[in-house]
């Protein structure tokens, strides 16, 4: 419901529409969700971003009332959800392999929930004419899924779950089963959509390009718990903890072992001071060391900060928008990636060529080995 | 893997129902193998005694083991024919387009719809126009186009289960379009060939419509029916586990065998 | 070459046709032939070309009677089976591993079992002094043994035996099609228990009903031996019928007759049905 403020303009209502409150779920004796807590406003599009097994699809399937959780409340727009069965609750879902109903065409998959609903006739066909147009798929309306392209059914699904106009809409692995180009077509396409129309959606997905095209917040979920939550670029740019850091972007590890008093060395020589934020639990002794492969600089002459060695440059990949160099330091093989055009400003670097690598301290994040 | 959510569980009456439909389709079949063992005279169950006698009785009745006979021979020879015969037919419509494909397809799984007394009947007028008298060659003819859409069936769907570019890659080396078909596609579709040959054998030894025509009451089932219509004793239900317990044994030897190959 | 090339099919053919022309093509067109020949009384084939015999088998009652048995037959059966078949083909459908290892073996044990075996079974069962009727006076619901075996209801379970594993698989082929995000994606958009069953289990399962319905109804048509051991000799059927009239009564042109309407009526039944199909599920042939 929104507000009216004295100059008549509409104010965004900063009631929550779904709470999570400390929602737990195991299966036999294996905990897939562990006390997760989510508020999310109306309006907003959240991504559970996680590997398979972190409890993402568990979370999604209790919203949508297809498991029940242990322990925890659920509540849509202030009201408990928990006990509400599936067909109840008015939170559709675009399913993986899209779900779609083998033996109707796309108007009557379309239709199928405001049937359900017990709509009339004509209310039902203006809402599918205008599913059809908003989806694009003017003309494909009366053929079956058998039909259809992937991209085409994906669309169908969609519009079969707005078409209902749900509370809230539900995305599970939405985009996995189309290919890279169209895959971020759809993404873009569906993104301008939600806006425009205002849905409260929650989507799951194991893909760190589909959350960040499509979210306003991620929760990066591990072993049943949210790990961090916050928009794209508090979730990169500022990563919690190891894990968040190592689970988006490329990463390079390094063991190294840090002093008593707060330096961290890294053979065969690195040495730097982490300030405290980067540390997290760790104390003195041996530490994993991990830091993006954007984040690592390469420069021909040894930098002052830090006491640096060599190293040697082995491989160099042109990849359109981005340069990777795989650097020789020690035992590890290091993933450099840096703008094609600040290679344009150096002389370029070939096989073989010294180098030194060096970074900025705030970027790296430390976990405890083992 | 999640396990299923609960609200789409089958409940508990619906396995009741399961259990009584076990039971029903079972039911005849043990009770008729536990009165072959019974040492009685009269088709009674409980049965007031184990005895083997009746299995004895069995296979010293002459008829049976004539139509044993009949029944193995027709339902080899039958098996042979409606083989070929399919095999052939499905990679046809499998592996072409050509005009009339979907009438042959049609004809060819015709038998299946079409009762068998039909069949049984058409044949009895036609024999004579070949000069074949009803017996074990026309048993064989008869049975094996009742068993061609199951061996179609069969290996239409093994047909569809490889990749064919085996097969291109096989002309490409050189390689003709029949002797590809022995030395690569027939392996490989070997497990609905024989699947196929097993269906046209079972449907052939099972059969009465047709061999009530065909034959002069040489099958084993012809002569087990007349039993029961003269006098109904466990002899008949004797032999009949015979066979199940013998061909049971015949699969279970078998199967490492058709596991190994794998 | 290219006469090679579209010849190929047709060698692939040529065995088939072999064994089909002459012994299920020909015999069904010699049938509708010899229908319309006569039967002289000495037991001979006379060729003609007369539709007296038809003219009988649709007017007579006793034929009529024939035909109508056999009819109602076929319609009972097929409908018990369906009802019954239904909740097991889907409990099928939706088990996994061993018990649907189990389950399938159950159905497929029957096939393989010879159907005189079946029939002893049945015999043992519901005779006088059967199982049942044991049963039925010691729990003392009957003074005296209901007579099953040689009356219609004897032979009607024993044809429900003989037919359920051939309806159950073709309709649990059917509703595998409906897997479990199907059902989600049904509740997830509204649809309770009931709504979900008849908008998407049902019309999903519909083709394989009808696949089955045909077979049961093709099995009941030609059954000999169920109504010639279990039945009564007051509700004769098709099959003995038809055999009757070819052997004993050497009326060739008659039994031609009878057995050509069998096959109109098979026929029709097939076109029919397939055209039903194609109309309420058109999704079933893309």
Known sequence: MAALDPSGARVEDAAPELVIDNICKSFDGHVAVDRCDLVLKRGEIIALLGASGCGKSTLLNMIAGFEEPDYGTISLRGKVINAIPPHRRNVAMVFQAYAMFPHLTVRDNIAYGLHARKLDKKEISTRVDEMVALLQLTGLDRRYPAQLSGGQRQRVAVARALAVRPDMLLLDEAFSALDRN??????????????RLQVTTVLVTHDQREAFALADRIAIMEGGRIAQIGTPEDVYRKPG?????????????????????????????LLFTPPAATIGAVGAGPVLVDIRAEDLIVTTEPTALHRTAPATVVLRTFLGSQERIVLKFGEYQVVIDRPAQMALNQAPLGVGHEVYLDFNPASCRL???G | MAPRSSHLSPGLPSRFFAAFIVLFLLGPIFIAGVVAFSSGNRLEFPIPGFSLRWFATALAKPQYIEGLTASIIIGVGNAIFATIAGTGAALALNHYRFRGRSLIQALVMLPIAMPAIVLGLGLLFTLAMYDMQPGLLAGVFGHAVL?????????????????????RASMNLGVGPVMTFFKITLPLIRGGVIAGAVSAFLISFDNISLSLFITRGDTLPLRLMQQLLAYADPSVAAISTLLVLVSLGFMLLLLPLALRKR | MQLRNRMVPWLWLAPAGALMIPFFIIPILITARNSVYVDDPMGFLKPAFTLANYAKVLTDSYYIGVFGNTLLAAFVVSLITLVISYPFAWLLARSGGSSRGFLLWVVYLPIYVSVIMRVFGWMVIIADSGIIN??????GLSEQPIRMINEVSGMTLGMIHRYLPLMILPLMTSLQKVDDSILRASANLGGGQWFTWWRVVMPISLPGAVAGTQLVFAGVLSDYVIPTLMGST?????????????????????????????IVAVAAFLIIANLILKRI???ASI
């Open chain 1, 367 to 369: 976990s405890a080995v």
């Open chain 2, 147 to 167: 068993g061609v859409p199951y061996v179609v069936a069969m290996v239409t769907a093994a047909l569809s289960n490889y990749d064919r570019s085996v097969e």
């Open chain 1, 241 to 269: 903890s190891s894990s968040v850091l190592r689970f988006l972007g490329t990463t390079n590890r390094f063991n190294g072992i840090m002093s008593e008093g707060g330096e961290v060395s890294v053979a065969p020589g």
């Open chain 3, 234 to 262: 007051k509700f004769q059927l098709l099959a003995p019928a038809i055999y009757y009239e070819a052997t004993t009564n050497a009326a060739w042109a008659l039994s031609g007759a009878m057995a050509t309407i069998v």
């Open chain 1, 182 to 195: 169209l895959r971020e077509d759809m993404q873009l396409e569906l993104s301008l959509l939600l806006r």
């Open chain 3, 134 to 139: 044991q049963m039925l006076m010691k729990i």
């Open chain 3, 281 to 283: 599920a058109p999704w």
